[in-house]
């Protein structure tokens, strides 16, 4: 079992910069896509982006491209978010999941229920 815990999350400015990770321990998760989604107050969750294993796929929601970039360090089995130019709007708790079963797929996932490890979650607040 691959557990995954999020980290990096904060108060912060708008305008400003937060860095997001996610570490993922236990079983290897060699293979998997990993994606960021997030959920507001009142909302439902919603997809950011996402990374296939060889990271030659990217996938970002409008609201995240031009501002946010996703990338990954398999050796150290971790994904980042940095996210710059932070409004409002992306107030938000961060969660990191992977799908295991990327590589049967032809496309990344960016529907939720294509991922099937989830972290905990992280907070991110962005003062205006």
């Known amino acids: 079992q691959v557990q995954l815990v999020e980290s990096g999350g904060g108060l912060v400015q708008a305008g400003g910069s937060l860095r997001l990770s996610c570490a993922a321990s236990?079983?290897?998760?060699?293979?998997?896509?990993m994606g960021w989604f997030r959920q507001a107050p009142g909302r439902e969750r919603e997809f950011v982006a996402a990374?296939?294993?060889?990271?030659?796929?990217?996938s970002y929601a409008d609201s995240a491209k031009g501002r946010f970039t996703i990338s990954r360090d398999n050796a150290k089995n971790t994904v980042y978010l940095q996210m710059n130019s932070l409004k409002p709007e992306d107030t938000a708790v961060y969660y990191c999941?992977?799908?295991?079963?990327?590589?049967?797929?032809?496309?990344?996932?960016?529907?939720?229920?294509?991922?099937?490890?989830w972290g905990q979650g992280t907070q991110v607040t962005v003062s205006s």
């Open positions: 999941a992977g799908d295991s079963n990327a590589q049967t797929k032809i496309r990344i996932g960016i529907s939720e229920r294509e991922y099937n490890v």
């Open positions: 990374i296939s294993w060889t990271g030659a796929r990217i």
């Open positions: 236990g079983r290897t998760c060699r293979g998997y896509a």
